[in-house]
């Protein structure tokens, strides 16, 4: 890493905009969640099974489910974006 006395400006710089990524990087439990509903509400609306023999319910998006109802954001919204990516449809940009 350069050594910040030659440009102090640019490494002030720097260190704000990795600060302001770090703060938007870090979402909120309330922001967590509501990605977790979103997701599992767009893949029941685009993968629900309703045919007579289709196997029942789909067991990654029940856990996914579940580990978002127990705080577990982040596996549940990984769970559901694989699952969302592995039905080729699209995932929304998070907020």
């Known amino acids: 890493m350069r050594n910040c006395s030659s440009a102090p400006v640019l490494c002030a710089l720097a260190g704000f905009l990795l600060s302001a990524a770090a703060a938007s990087a870090q979402q909120t ?19 629900t099974r309703r045919s007579e023999g289709s196997g029942g ?20 919204i990984k769970a559901l974006e694989d699952l969302l990516q592995r039905n ?3 995932i929304p940009p998070a907020n």
């Open 29 to 47: 439990n309330e922001q967590l969640a509501a990605r977790c509903a979103e997701l599992g509400a767009l893949y029941d609306r685009y993968n």
């Open 88 to 90: 080729r449809v699209p």
């Open 57 to 76: 319910p789909d067991m990654i998006r029940l856990g996914a489910g579940i580990d978002c109802q127990k705080g577990r954001y982040q596996q549940g």
